[in-house]
């Protein structure tokens, strides 16, 4: 193929473009050089044009399979983080039952033996057995813990109720008892 550069060296003229109502073209061989030279800027042109709109339809192309990636991903993400959170969520579960059976094992001791083991347990799982037991197995059990602790128990109590812990499951807290000698 002769391009309209090399088309107007050599003297070719360019091919007629198809006419789009049917009509005669007009005769390239009557047409002056300015008119050719208008003619060649006009198909330069159209050449730039239509090397455009190929590479908007590429790069159009390129986003849409980009697109189908990133949807593809955050489907496969939702996946996961749906399978994440039943893990999550059946651990919670699992946890809420080990402190409910830790609950029992020292609602059923003698008072005297669950204040022995309360005063080394740290508190924060001390709390979250505590904020679970009955009031009544609490009450004889925090008489008989040394009073200091026995405060620090009751102050953590009623902080978490006043201000619930996120994700923490609200059990009812026990009603605040005043520690012996306090």
């Known amino acids: 193929q002769i391009y309209p550069l090399a088309r107007a060296r050599h003297g070719v003229p360019p091919p007629a473009p198809p006419a789009a109502d049917g009509a005669a073209l007009p005769d390239l061989s009557r047409m002056t050089k300015g008119e050719m030279e208008i003619l060649q800027g006009l198909a330069e042109r159209r050449q730039k044009l239509d090397a455009r709109t190929r590479e908007v339809e590429m790069r159009e192309n390129l986003l849409t399979a980009a ?12 996946k996961i983080e ?42 924060p799982i001390l ?8 009031e009544v197995k609490l009450a004889p059990v925090l008489a008989l813990l040394d009073p200091a602790r026995a405060q620090k128990i009751t102050v953590q109590l009623a902080e978490r109720r006043i201000m619930p812990s996120a994700g923490r499951a609200t059990a009812k807290a026990p009603a605040a008892v005043r520690p012996v000698g306090g």
């Open 127 to 134: 709390l979250e057995v505590v904020e679970r037991m009955k």
């Open 67 to 78: 697109e189908k990636r990133i949807d593809e991903r955050i489907a496969e993400l939702k």
């Open 82 to 123: 749906a399978s994440v959170s039943a893990v999550v969520k059946r651990q919670e579960e699992a946890q809420e039952r080990d402190i409910r059976s830790l609950v029992k094992v020292y609602e059923n001791m003698k008072p005297k033996d669950a204040a022995r083991i309360f005063e080394d347990l740290d508190l």
